[in-house]
C-alpha cells in the first residue's frame, strides 16, 4: 500500500510551501545515495520522498491529492495503454525514468551537500522525454459504474521513422560534444558550509545528449519527430470522479532527438443523469409519491444504473424519509466498497382540485387520522441534515 504523501515528508496537510520544501530537503538529505551507498532501502525511501514533494510542491496536484488521495494520478504500471500496479504516481518519472530525472528536476534543493548524485549519475547522458498530452473522456454514469474502455484518436508527435528520431542522416553523422566530451554533463567545485564540493548540470551545448549532429535527417529536419496521430486505447476503472486524471505512460509526444515518450494524461467528465444524482460513491433518487400512496403503502419502481427496481413502501411514509439500496451505487475507484442508491421520499401535494376532491378533502379536515400528531421521528431537516453530514 503507498504511503500517504503527508506522512512520507512528516508533515501535516495545513503545511506551508515553505514548511513542505523543507520537509523535503530534510528527507532528500537523509536518503541521498552518495550518503547510503549501496543501500537500497534508502534509495527506494529517497525516490518516496521526492515523490511526495512532485505532488505536494505543486497547487494543483495537491489540491487533487487532498481531494482523491493516491487515486488521483493514475498510473500505468505496464507503459502501455491498460492500468497496472494501482494508483497514484510520481508524474514524470513513473515508466522507467531514473534517478537522474530527481536530481535533474529537484537538485538545486540538496544545495551543495551533494554532487549531484554521485555514483548514480556519474557518466550517464540526459534522457530526453517528450512532453504530456491531455485530453478529456466524457463518461456516463453506466461507464463510472461498470469501468470502460474507450479508443482515443490523438493528434501528436511520433518519432521519425527514417531516422529512427536521432535526427540525423545516418549514424555517422555525429560528433563528439567539445564542452563535455562526450558525458553529457559539465562539473564545477562549489563552496559549501561542508567545504568544497561538485556538482553536475547537464550540458548546455548538446542539452545532455553527449553528441552533436553534423548532418540532419531530411524528412524531420533534424528534429527527430514528424507530425502524426495514434489510437489509443485506455481502460477507465470503476470509480472514477468529476477532474480526476490518469495518466497513460507512454502515450504522449516524442522526444526531440530521440528519448522517450511523454505521457497521456486523461481528464474525467461525468455526463448527468437524468434521475439518479450523485454524491460521493452514493446515488441519489427523489421519489415522488402521491398522497394516497404515502397514506396506504405501495409497490412502486426507482432507477438503477442499469434498469429498474422494485420498491415497498410502507403505509405512512413521512415526506423526507430515505430508503436505501445497499451496494447499488458506485463502487469506489480504490476498491473500499460500492455506495447505495438512496431513495429519498418527496410527496406530492396537489395544487388544482376538482369540486369532488375538494368535499373529499374537507371530509378528511376533520379526520382525527388526519390531524398532525408530534413524533419521536427527527423532523425532515434533520433527517436530512445527518445523511449530508455524515
Not at 487532498?66 to 500496479?85: I, M, R, V
Amino acid at each position: 500500500m503507498k504511503r500517504d504523501y503527508y506522512e512520507v515528508l512528516g508533515i501535516e496537510k495545513s503545511a506551508t510551501q515553505d514548511d513542505i520544501k523543507k520537509a523535503y530537503r530534510k528527507a532528500a538529505i537523509q536518503f541521498h545515495p552518495d550518503k547510503n551507498p549501496g543501500d537500497k532501502d534508502a534509495e527506494e525511501k529517497f525516490k518516496e520522498a521526492a515523490e511526495a514533494y512532485d505532488v505536494l510542491s505543486n497547487a494543483e496536484k495537491k489540491a487533487r491529492y487532498d481531494q482523491f488521495g493516491h487515486a488521483a494520478n493514475a498510473q500505468s504500471a505496464s507503459g502501455g495503454g491498460g492500468y497496472g500496479g494501482g494508483y497514484g504516481g510520481f508524474e514524470g518519472f513513473g515508466g522507467g525514468f531514473t534517478m537522474d530525472d530527481i536530481f535533474d528536476r529537484f537538485g538545486d534543493i540538496f544545495g551543495g551537500h551533494f554532487g549531484g548524485g554521485g555514483g548514480s549519475r556519474a557518466r550517464r547522458q540526459r534522457v530526453n522525454r517528450g512532453s504530456d498530452l491531455r485530453v478529456k473522456v466524457r463518461l456516463t454514469l453506466a461507464e463510472v459504474v461498470n469501468g470502460a474502455t474507450k479508443k482515443l484518436k490523438i493528434n501528436k508527435m511520433n518519432a521519425c521513422d527514417a531516422c529512427g528520431g536521432s535526427g540525423a542522416f545516418d549514424k555517422d553523422s555525429y560528433t563528439t560534444c567539445s564542452t563535455c566530451h562526450g558525458a553529457g554533463y559539465v562539473t564545477q567545485v562549489v563552496n559549501t558550509m561542508f567545504g568544497q564540493a561538485q556538482t553536475q548540470s547537464v550540458c548546455p551545448t548538446c542539452e545532455g545528449v553527449g553528441k552533436i549532429i553534423t548532418k540532419k535527417c531530411e524528412k524531420c529536419s533534424g528534429s527527430g519527430v514528424t507530425k502524426g496521430e495514434e489510437v489509443v486505447e485506455v481502460r477507465i476503472p470503476a470509480g472514477v470522479a468529476q477532474g480526476m486524471q490518469l495518466s497513460v505512460a507512454g502515450k504522449g509526444n516524442a522526444a526531440y532527438h530521440g528519448g522517450v515518450n511523454g505521457d497521456l494524461l486523461v481528464l474525467i467528465e461525468e455526463e448527468p443523469h437524468k434521475e439518479l444524482e450523485r454524491e460521493g460513491n452514493d446515488l441519489i433518487y427523489n421519489l415522488k409519491l402521491n398522497i394516497a400512496d404515502a397514506v396506504m403503502g405501495a409497490s412502486v419502481e426507482v432507477p438503477t444504473v442499469d434498469g429498474r427496481a422494485k420498491i415497498k413502501i410502507d403505509p405512512g411514509t413521512q415526506a423526507g424519509r430515505v430508503l436505501r439500496l445497499r451496494g447499488k451505487g458506485v463502487p469506489d475507484v480504490n476498491g473500499y466498497g460500492t455506495g447505495d442508491i438512496l431513495v429519498v421520499a418527496d410527496v406530492f401535494i396537489p395544487t388544482h382540485v376538482s369540486p369532488a376532491e375538494k368535499d373529499a378533502l374537507k371530509k378528511l379536515q376533520t379526520s382525527e387520522n388526519f390531524k398532525p400528531k408530534p413524533t419521536k421521528e427527527r423532523n425532515l431537516f434533520e433527517r436530512m441534515k445527518s445523511y449530508f453530514i455524515s
